[in-house]
């Protein structure tokens, strides 16, 4: 089998889509973060296209090492992973539909295909209280069974404390009791604020501490988390096992949050999560893409044993589903994997063709 193209596709849903296609008809799909959609299919279609044409696919891992070592002086960071993302997923998913597997399968076998899925909020930096607890609210009339809601405070460092656990406190009394709700301080304290605020997280009953201070701050990081009882997580601004290496070794959050979309795919998540689970750090993954990226990233979460927390999904979404023609199931606020070769998405061409920006 041989790769006959790649190519990308900036989509009017804030996709990078990724198509690999083989000469023997077998069709791989991927995304790369969305952070830049044009920037993302320009790198796969100019840099990592000429790299691996005519290759073997089912090579995933020596096609990984053309990719990375062959692009690493155009940045290890940013758009040089998340566009290898974007192309190793599809790798995964052309080996696994040749093998007439699913993904979780080929990867090692799951532990579980059924995950409870918290619902992600954001913005909570620009709202009231009030507005955060109606997003919060919806999203358990949705079916949510567990939340995260996001600050989102864009580099600024400790604008509000107060209103954050203000924020926090009407969140937590406006949902049951079983219901867990996790915050996520988006890198907006100081070291100090951080293990105050966290003191207090932790008398409020929250599930999770997510990023409190600069994800450069490595110090910082684990001076919070030994200093608090609560998980506190971090990692979506790391890219590779040698930064997660570091994170770990020098940060020691509780909780490793690698995203299948940025951290150069499925082969370098894979080799992340071991290392987490050689240090007995759960890996909870980053991930804000509710179609391929959540596929891809729930495939691999199914062979963790200990990944065993609500998954992060940003919430159904009608304009993604509708490229595929078989989209992801969400109900009861669980997806359940499906038992089918691949990552289980298969193109909608029409609706694609819809939603490529021209
Ligand atoms: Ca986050």
Redesign the pocket.
């Known amino acids: 089998m041989k790769i006959a193209d790649i190519r990308a596709y900036p989509l009017k849903t804030r996709t990078a889509l990724v198509r690999v296609f083989t000469d023997d008809g077998i069709e791989g799909i991927g995304e790369c973060s969305p952070m830049n959609v044009a920037v993302m299919c320009h790198f796969v279609e100019t840099v990592l296209r000429p790299l691996v044409l005519g290759k073997n696919p089912l090579d995933v891992e020596r096609l990984w090492d053309a990719m990375y070592f062959g692009t690493y002086k155009l940045g290890t960071e940013g758009t040089q992973p998340s566009a290898i993302s974007g192309v190793d997923i599809a790798l995964w998913d052309i080996k696994a539909k040749a093998a007439g597997m699913p993904l979780y399968r080929l990867l090692g076998g799951a532990v579980r295909t059924t995950f409870t899925m918290y619902k992600?909020i954001g913005g909570g930096g620009d709202m009231t209280p009030a507005q955060m607890l109606a997003e919060v609210r919806k999203a358990h009339e949705l079916g949510f069974r567990a939340v995260k809601i996001?600050m989102d405070w864009r580099y600024q460092q400790d604008v509000d404390p107060a209103k954050d656990l203000e924020m926090f406190r009407l969140c937590r009394e406006g949902l049951p009791a079983s219901t867990p709700l996790s915050f996520?301080a988006?890198n907006g304290y100081s070291v100090a604020t951080a293990i105050r605020q966290g003191r207090k997280l932790e008398e409020l009953g929250a599930y999770h501490f997510?990023?409190p201070v600069s994800p450069t701050n490595y110090a910082g990081i684990r001076a919070v988390a030994d200093a608090l009882d609560i998980p506190v997580s971090a990692g979506?601004h790391e890219y590779t096992r040698w930064q997660f290496r570091n994170l770990i070794l020098d940060a020691r959050p509780d909780l490793l949050?690698p995203d299948i979309v940025k951290c150069c795919g499925v082969t370098e998540m894979k080799r992340i999560a071991a290392l987490a689970e050689t240090f007995d750090m759960p890996v909870l993954p980053?991930q804000t893409q509710p179609s391929i990226g959540n596929a891809a990233s729930l495939a691999l979460c199914a062979t963790l044993p200990l990944s065993t927390r609500p998954q992060e999904f940003t919430g159904p979404r009608p304009d993604l589903d509708e490229l595929f023609k078989e989209p992801l199931p969400f109900t009861n606020g669980q997806i359940t994997l499906r038992d089918c070769p691949g990552l289980g998405l298969e193109i909608d061409e029409k609706a694609l063709a819809k939603a490529v920006i021209s």
């Open positions: 992600s996001r996520d988006n997510e990023e979506e949050q980053h």
